[in-house]
């Protein structure tokens, strides 16, 4: 898959492919294009040449280039933001229920005539909410409003926000950027156990190699939009290629 | 075809549209820097036509002579009006810095009709007649069946004013703070860029424009009254848009264009619809084109 | 800060002033008579004016950067009057009751002309819950708001003079034909930014107006339609007073209709998606949120309130022609609702009802009226931008894992 903007390509040919169950890791220095990569997933950008398939859980193939973001969120790829991008003015469930939205169905006519299966969906979104931010371990901040959440608990929100529109693969967009060593390390028993519960598949971005080490099942790397290895964080780690491109040339030797 | 018609037409064009640039380029400088569609700007160009023609009538009672008057009835048009546009931003939009989009706009509107009403109120409802300011010149008498000499002096007018505003934002300290808020406004704060005054000058230089325009276009048509800035607006923001917003010389370039495309369709096709046929090009190149013409296309950061 | 620094300051503020309103105020030409007027005493008013209003705005200026710094520091907002009567049960119910009574006697205890004002700021009621959809909860600012509202009246004064329809038959005609030009408009419109958005809507109205300006066959040109006939009831004679109430009653109903439902849609599902959509577009559609179909259903909503009433302002005044959809009509319901407070039922009420009954009673300041709107757009923006009844928002309160209720 490629992604040009006017003469920067910006993403080059990436080949990467993710197996169910699998946490995969997608690194490199910044400005290498992972952020692009995720963005052309998700539909926000459409990009210029290659192929996205999903094979979801029910079984057949769909390719999704060019999609809306809102029909690939549907089609169960959720994601995080870089920058945290959650909705400040609302609660921290309410944010979650928008998560739901997409799995909802009622509509103006529920809205203003508020039939039974109406009310009743709408509290069964409630408590659906409700389960994942237990999950997440955000259930005491259940009516705060977002934006007074420590730095944290926002990032976990993000999280809990995609897991709600039942995702089968998670894009999280360097999830533990800013935290502290413990919140990271919460964060990975989190992720470890999000993949048992929720079965789901993670593709993340992250600078932590720590937490990607010792996440992920295999890592790719980029560096100028191009892939430049890929394996076991093991082989990952001793490579040479690697190496160069996160610390310059004379290292190498 | 007519050749002499056509020829009119394309002239009358090329002057409609140099009003219209000088009119749009304080509605692309200010988004360039601010990001605000300055709705009352189309007011601050009426200001100045009012301004214009009080002091024009003043100084011929007075008894100054005609290029007198032309000379000081602008200077004080463009001072006046740059007065207003930096009052303008320091009351309606200085206040709302970093507050919503939507704030900020419906402010503007609130100033647009403000200035409106004042000038109704304080001044008059009617149709104010508009001296001939600019002399004919007696050496183009021959041609001036083509174009006039007052033609002459807009078109020429509008260049000189493109051609020193591009070399004030390419070669001075000031055009370049504008060049750095405009791309980025903290990042220019931190490297020591006073944002404030760009912001100021940035409304004062189109503010002045829109008054040179202002004087010209109201002595070449004859009168003003007090809602001129409403369609002079639309129209001036419709040339911006068209060339790209934020782009000085999309700003020339969409102008042109409009006032070209306007006049060969009120000549050749209708002249009824001739207000609803700058609203349709809006709307049309707004969901088509939405960059403009020379406009460079922005992708969201995300 | 010294009290002689704020008086050299407010001194240097008004003799800004006097210079910059010195031509408009001071000098009136008369280029017919060729006559020069000067008016010194504006000058005067100006200066003293200015003077004492740099005090107030700069004291105002301070408090709302206090107010600021308060809210970083934790404090939240604090509960206006009104919605401390809203959550307080035992006040609410009884003031509900009495306002209900008050509403329906009233037509009764005033003369016509009064009854007929109340009409009117009903309908303001209406207009402006219809754009505070659009503009206070979805955050789309829509200056051709007007244009729906033509489609209205026209629906309802052409299928009448044509066919003979009704009231009655008309009115949710003129519903759902505001509800397609809504989708027809919107359609193409969503896709721009806020700010285009506003200049397009602005455009697409006055459009609307120019054409049935111009196209005389269809509309009937700049002199409109008259003898639009009032609503009957199963062929009643009403006297003139009668049918003044029955109007009344019919627009009460109808925005206490409007009430209900926007409410409820405020708090569904579709209420929650405008919300998020307004904070963050690219997030909310990241997260399943089709966006242009939620725009699209806030604008399509919108548009069938203004439709409604445009039903009903045809069937009120019996005569239409289009300056009476001007931008400046729309900008009128855009005040309502930014003075009100956006995004607030209860302010949108009071904005329609101070907006309209004030002018009416201030008559002899008519004349000012656009000013002063000018004016309190531009106050309400820097210094109140929430509107008269701020919006705190109702949020969905979760209260536990069992209940799973409001």
Redesign the interface.
């Known amino acids: 898959m490629s992604m040009d ?1 006017g003469g920067l390509r910006a993403v080059d040919r990436l080949d990467l492919m993710i197996h169910r169950g699998e946490i995969v890791a997608l690194i490199g220095p910044n400005g290498a294009g992972k ?1 692009t990569f995720f ?1 052309c997933i ?4 459409t990009p210029t040449e290659g192929d996205i398939h999903i094979h979801p859980p029910g079984g057949g193939s769909k390719r999704i280039n060019g999609l ?3 029909r690939v ?2 089609l169960g790829l ?2 995080t ?1 870089q920058n945290i ?7 921290v ?2 944010n979650v ?3 739901r ?4 169905r ?3 006519a ?3 005539f ?1 039939p039974p299966h ?1 009310v009743s969906e ?6 659906d909410s ?2 994942i931010l ?1 999950k997440i371990g955000l259930e005491s901040f ?2 705060d ?1 977002a934006k007074n959440l420590p730095y944290g608990a926002q990032r976990r929100l993000e999280i809990a ?2 897991l ?2 039942e995702p089968f693969l998670l894009l999280l967009d360097e999830p533990a950027a800013g935290m502290n060593p413990h919140e990271t390390h919460e964060l990975d028993q989190l992720i470890l156990r999000l993949r048992e519960t929720e079965n789901v598949s993670i593709l993340l971005i992250e600078h932590d190699m720590k937490l990607v080490m010792s996440l992920s099942d295999r890592i790719y790397v980029m560096d100028y939009g191009r892939k430049i290895a890929e394996g076991a964080p093991g082989r990952i780690k001793n490579d040479p290629v690697v190496i160069k491109a996160y610390l310059g040339e004379e290292y190498v030797a | 075809m007519d050749l002499q018609y056509f020829a009119e037409l394309f002239l009358g064009g090329l002057t409609r549209g140099s009003i219209y640039a000088l009119i749009a380029l304080g509605y692309t400088m200010v988004y360039g820097i601010i990001e605000l569609i300055n709705f009352a700007h189309g007011e601050i160009y009426m200001i100045g036509a009012f301004t214009g023609l009080i002091v024009a009538t003043v100084l011929t009672f007075a008894g100054f002579p005609t290029l007198a008057v032309l000379v000081l009835a602008s200077v004080a048009a463009v001072v006046y009006s740059s007065c207003y546009g930096f009052t303008m931003e320091k009351i309606a939009y200085k206040p709302l810095r970093g507050a919503p989009r939507l704030s900020v706009l419906i402010s503007a509107i609130g100033m647009s009709l403000f200035l409106q009403n004042y000038v109704l109120l304080a001044q008059t409802s009617d149709f104010l007649p508009f001296p001939s300011l600019v002399p004919d010149l007696a050496f183009w008498e021959p041609y001036a069946h083509i174009i006039s000499s007052q033609e002459i002096v807009i078109i020429s007018v509008t260049a000189t004013v493109m051609v020193l505003l591009n070399l004030l934002i390419k070669f001075t300290r000031m055009g370049k703070a504008m060049r750095a808020t405009s791309q980025d406004r903290e990042m220019a704060m931190l490297t020591g860029v006073d944002v404030n005054r760009v912001i100021s000058v940035t409304f004062v230089i189109g503010s002045a424009t829109a008054a040179l325009g202002a004087v010209l276009i109201a002595s070449h048509i004859g009168q003003i009254n007090f809602y001129i800035g409403f369609i002079a607006g639309i129209k001036a923001f419709v040339a911006a848009v068209l060339g790209g917003i934020g782009s000085v010389p999309g700003a020339v370039v969409g102008a042109l264009v409009l006032g070209w495309t306007e006049s060969f369709f009120t000549g050749y096709i209708s002249s009824d619809y001739e207000d609803v046929f700058a609203f349709i090009f809006l709307v049309v190149i707004l969901i088509f084109k939405p960059s403009g013409i020379l406009g460079r296309s922005e992708t969201q950061k995300v | 800060m010294t009290p002689l620094i704020e008086i050299r300051k407010s001194v240097l503020v008004s003799i800004w002033f006097m210079f910059l309103t010195f031509p408009i105020m001071v000098i009136r030409v008369n280029t017919v008579e060729n006559v020069v007027e000067w008016r010194w005493h504006n000058m005067i008013a100006i200066g003293a004016g200015s003077f004492l209003l740099s005090f107030v705005w700069r004291y105002m200026i301070r408090r709302k950067e206090q107010g600021i710094r308060r809210q970083r520091e934790g404090a939240g907002p604090r509960l206006s009057i009104f919605q401390r009567i809203g959550q307080e049960r035992r006040i609410f119910l009884p003031a509900l009751t009495l306002l209900a009574v008050a509403v329906v006697v009233f037509p009764f205890l005033v003369s016509m002309y009064q009854v007929n004002i109340m009409t009117t700021a009903f309908m303001y009621i209406m207009l402006g819950l219809g754009l505070n959809i659009v503009v206070g909860v979805a955050g789309l600012l829509d200056l051709g708001y007007v244009a729906f509202y033509a489609v209205g009246a026209y629906t309802y004064a052409l299928l009448n003079h044509h066919f003979g329809l009704n009231f009655w038959v008309c009115l949710p005609i003129g519903a759902a034909l505001g509800a397609g030009f809504g989708i027809l408009l919107g359609f193409p419109v969503l896709r721009l930014r806020g700010d285009y958005l506003a200049i397009v809507t602005l455009g697409f109205g006055e459009i609307i107006r120019l054409v049935l300006e111009n196209w005389n066959e269809f509309s009937f040109g700049p002199s409109g339609i008259s003898n639009i006939p009032r609503p009957g009831l199963f062929g009643v004679a009403f006297s003139l007073e009668a049918h003044a109430r029955y109007i009344y009653f019919i627009v009460v109903a109808l925005a206490v209709f409007t009430i209900f439902m926007v409410n409820r849609l405020q708090n569904s599902r579709i209420g929650r998606a405008w919300l998020a959509l307004r904070e963050d577009e690219i997030a909310c559609q990241a997260m399943g949120v089709d966006k242009t179909r939620t725009k699209l259903t806030a604008f399509a909503l919108g548009a069938t309130w203004a439709g409604l009433a445009g039903v009903i302002f045809a069937a009120k005044t019996t005569f239409i022609n289009p300056a009476s959809f001007t931008i400046w009509e729309s900008i009128n319901i855009l005040c309502i609702v930014v003075l009100g407070g956006m995004g607030s039922i209860t302010g949108v009420v009071l904005g329609a009802l101070v907006l309209v009954l004030l002018p009416e009673y201030l008559r002899a300041f008519a004349e000012y009226r656009i000013l002063t709107f000018g004016v309190v757009l531009v106050l309400m923006m820097v210094f109140r931008p929430g509107g008269i009844v701020s919006n705190v928002r109702r949020t969905y309160q979760f209260e536990g894992p069992d209940s799973g209720d409001k």
């Not at chain 1, 991008?85 to 609660?91: P, V, Y």
């Not at chain 1, 939205?101 to 909802?104: E, G, I, N, T």
């Not at chain 1, 709408?122 to 408590?127: C, K, L």
């Open positions: 903007f952020t963005n998700t539909g926000l950008y809306k973001p809102n969120t549907e959720a994601r933001f991008r959650l909705f400040q003015q609302m609660t469930l309410e229920m928008i998560g939205h997409c799995r909802l009622s509509g103006i529920g809205a203003v508020r109406t709408e509290r069964q979104a409630a408590m409700y389960r237990e259940v009516n409003l926000r995609a709600a529109t």
